[in-house]
């Protein structure tokens, strides 16, 4: 099982990476985790330049030894080549999963809407960073490595279609190349401590 | 020349209220200038209920005593009554001048994309509140009462099209029935100390 991590937005750090490297190698020791060394590029407060993240990302994508792709973390930046990395993707791609949430959405609901099969809105190994991150970075590895049925929402029913957002990411790619057709879904959004204002605002349109 | 203001969006204050008023009779005797009783409600942060900002700007619109529609100041909330107020204008309403800017957009674009032919984006009664604002204010009266030319922003180019907004708020209408069509036009945005990552979002919508 190998899982292949590509950093789209913003910068990444070796500290991050680490955290996400002892907790695989002590938990699931069956997984191989592979940093792509784009993820330590940083270009201003991007993970490299636009091409760089572009071009790590189809190279996992479109890599058959790769059995998932896990977005490093959130921040900025995904949008600035989803519609262009997408149409670069080739069948081998559609055959893996993809995690991530924030502003990876770009991303996730492009591939949604290219007809991906295999996305998941979820942890990523930045939250290592954060206070009881590591518990989400398990459920993320046990979603990555098995579909471990316990890492999912316990509230999603079968039979149904679900999508999740940040808001902003969300309402940013309305009109969009990447705006997938989400006719009949459940939205989970996933913003907390936001003005309520801005989500109303978001909610609007 | 009879110029009414309601506020669709946050509250608004009597301090600000007579600091344009006197303004204006010190400079624009030929103006009445009236504020609508529900400039002066507030419910939680909104200038008064959804329904209550709704009526007074549908009742000043279509009242042909006014010659032009003043919006008190943004914050947020016309989008919550835009539409359905935008119905519900008759005739009379289009041959006024509409001014405001910031929240105020949500109901400009609908009012656009309605065809009304007399819109501007510029300062609004709340400016009076702010370092430099009486100049603001000043401009604005200019072009409520006579359209002064001085009063327009100079780059303008006659026989072009032009839209101007905050990025937020044109965002956040596209795809909804408020969106105007906006092709061929120069878009001019607001916004100033922005984030730069918040203004590429934007532009990439």
Redesign the interface.
Known sequence: MRIGVVAPSSRFSEEAANRVRALAAAEFPRVELVFHPQCFLTHN?FAGSDEARAAAFVDYANDPAFDALWFARGG??S??FAEEAIDALTPTAREKGYLGYSDAGFLLAGLYRAGFPSLAHGPMPQDAMREGGEAAVRRALAWLADGAEDSLEPELERGRSYAAFNLTVL??????PLEPDLSDHVLLIEDVSEHT?RT???M??
Chains 1, 2 share one sequence.
């Open positions: 407060h900025y930046g949008n600035r309402t940013h790619l309305l009109g969009t204002y109303d605002r978001a609007f349109q």
